[in-house]
């Protein structure tokens, strides 16, 4: 595994929604804890959801309802799919797994809420 690389993000109006996706180099059928992560200018970086291989999920008090974290592991990436969104949900959103005793990070995908 290499850095995974996230993609998706961009600049929408208060209630749009967007579809983040994080390609992973290598098979993530092995990677049992994947999650989303964000973190807004000022502010420290916040888990937003994370899933296991069994599909068990969970999310940030702020994102549950709106937010739907997914996996595909035939196409090796992680998704997070973002409705309802409001100008506090802006930050650079970041994919995170965990593999064979590495982390792994991507660099992030701007997401802009405007009012």
């Known amino acids: 595994q290499v850095q995974p690389v996230e993609s998706g993000g961009g600049l929408v109006q208060a209630g749009g929604s967007l579809r983040l996706s994080c390609a992973a180099s290598?098979?993530?059928?092995?990677?049992?804890?994947m999650a989303w992560y964000r973190q807004a200018p000022g502010k420290q970086r916040e888990l937003v959801a994370s899933i296991r291989s069994g599909g068990i999920t969970n999310y940030a008090d702020s994102a549950k309802g709106r937010f739907t974290i997914s996996r595909d592991n035939a196409k090796n990436t992680l998704y997070l799919q973002m409705n309802s969104l409001k100008p506090e949900d802006t930050a650079v959103y970041s994919c995170w797994y965990w593999d064979r005793g590495s982390d792994y990070w991507g660099r992030g995908t701007q997401v802009t809420v405007s009012s």
């Open positions: 290598g098979s993530i059928f092995g990677i049992n804890d």
